[in-house]
């Protein structure tokens, strides 16, 4: 005879024995993923294309996004300061230990070197053991009432800015206490012009740069003249027109130039674009 069991009501604890085969059932589908996991199935934290790996990226993409967004550009008043500072810094080191800009106020170089051209002085060479040698064009420092006393700017705004752009390169020193000529002789040469001949050491210097019309000695004879040791003897190549160690004798060096004066060679006109020349990396 046949006998009805009640149904079991919703939410009520079922047979023991059902119970028991869930759990069953439980256990082995936990061991079969962890199976899977040790073994870099589809689903393991490492494998291409895993559920893991592609949480790992998503995350990975957020935290950029994230930091890209907390990284605020900084403001224009902030930015412009600062890159000028870098560029006077570079403009500073540049015209310490590289090159100078120096501004030819005469014509005493000619034509090699005209009034208003902008020339750029090797400052390097001398750091790196370089030395004076004839036919090189040299700047130097005014070895002693060379120039006459330089026009002092009455304005004071002008001159702090002018003297700011001075230090920092950007224009030509603002005394302009240098001047530009070209070695002839050095220390222990003896060095004498004659009619128009000029000579070093008792042999004939030949001058194919000397401006147009000029001879060597442009009707000043002197000499001869032994050149001290740790001196240059300079002179303009528009030899007409140049007061240089020929009209200082009297004064101190006997007319020459201390070496340590010489700031260095001339390598090039910079300025203006129409006179841009290249002379060397110590002149020539």
């Known amino acids: 005879m046949a006998v009805n069991l009640p149904e079991t009501p919703s939410g009520a604890p079922s047979d023991p024995a059902v119970q028991d085969a869930e759990h069953a059932e439980d256990a082995t589908h936990a061991r079969d993923a962890y199976a899977r996991d040790a073994h870099g199935g589809p689903d393991a934290p490492g494998a291409p294309g895993g559920r893991a790996e592609a949480r790992r990226r998503a995350s990975g993409s957020r935290g950029r996004r994230n930091r890209r967004a907390g990284r605020k550009s900084r403001p224009l008043w902030i930015e412009l300061p600062a890159m000028a500072a870098v560029g006077l810094v570079i403009a500073l080191l540049i015209k310490t230990c590289l090159f100078q800009v120096f501004s030819i106020p005469s014509g005493s170089m000619e034509n090699t070197l005209r009034i208003g ?146 700031v260095g060679p001339v390598s090039g006109v910079v300025w203006p674009l129409n006179h841009l020349d290249w002379f060397g990396w110590t002149g020539r």
């Open 117 to 262: 051209d902008r020339v750029g002085v090797n400052k390097l060479a001398p750091l790196t053991g370089w030395k004076p040698e004839p036919g090189q064009p040299v700047v130097f420092k005014d070895p002693g009432n060379w120039l006459p006393p330089q026009p002092v700017d009455s304005n004071p705004f002008t001159n702090a800015v002018s003297s700011a752009l001075s230090f920092v390169g950007l224009v030509p020193p603002k005394d302009d206490n240098y001047l530009v000529k070209r070695v002839i002789a050095t220390g222990g040469q003896t060095v004498q012009c004659n009619g128009t001949t000029l000579t070093v050491d008792g042999k004939k210097v030949d001058e194919p740069y000397l401006h147009p019309g000029d001879d060597s000695c442009a009707g000043l004879d002197f000499g001869p003249v032994t050149v001290p040791t740790g001196y240059v003897w300079v002179e303009g190549d528009h030899r007409s027109d140049s007061a240089d160690s020929r009209y200082h004798q009297r004064g101190p060096g006997g007319g020459a130039v201390p070496v340590d004066d010489v």
